[in-house]
């Protein structure tokens, strides 16, 4: 993305803010994916995997979409490290769906051990393409991976962007992150406030009383 990320910051407008979402950018160079080792399909012929000829030829040329459908054909079989393998091409090539399918597993642990830098990159592959649940999940990822202040405002960025979309559980999120002061975010009553606010006007049911309770003791103090 071309252009540069800025500071998080609250919307001026509290009214309009689910309409106008965040209009930062992020520049980020591009994820390192160690892809050594690659095995290929012809070496691997008894794991009851049925792949057309027109796929493998397709996957071999670097079609994102073919290395997605081999490694979902994979994953579920004795030879799962196959469809890794396959996953990793896919979201090599920006395919948001195997970003965040192995950026799933390697926070997890279904690869290895989990491995929360590398989850973060995934899922920064789906995010910067607008994928909502992929902008919350690595907004996460970066708040458990550390609590430095570059970490902590990215993952604010990240998680304000698909709030700011209409993640309801982003928006939460940043709520309770700002109550309670969590993973290095400030305490914050009225920014709380403000992002409880938006997911009830997202439709979220305030049954545990966040929004309410927390109305009613600020007062007028965040008008």
Known sequence: MAAVWKEYRLPFSRTYALALGFAFGLATSSPA???????????????????????????RAGNANANYEIALQYLHTACGDIGVTFLKRAAKSSHP?????????????????????????????????????GQRRLGMALLW????????????????SAAGAGDTTAALTLGMLHQRGMHGVAQDDCTALYWYEAANLMGFPDHAGFYAKLKIRTGHSCD
């Open 145 to 160: 991976d550390g609590s430095s202040s570059a970490h902590v405002q990215e993952a604010l960025f990240w998680l304000g």
């Open 33 to 59: 994916f160690s892809l050594n080792g690659l095995e290929t399909l012809d070496q691997h012929n008894d794991c009851s995997v049925s792949i057309a000829a027109k796929t493998i030829e397709k996957s």
């Open 97 to 133: 769906e195997a970003a965040m399918l192995i950026g799933e597993m390697s926070l997890e642990g279904d690869i290895e051990e989990q491995d929360l830098g590398a989850a973060a990159t995934y899922f920064r592959v789906a995010a910067e393409q607008d994928h909502i649940k």
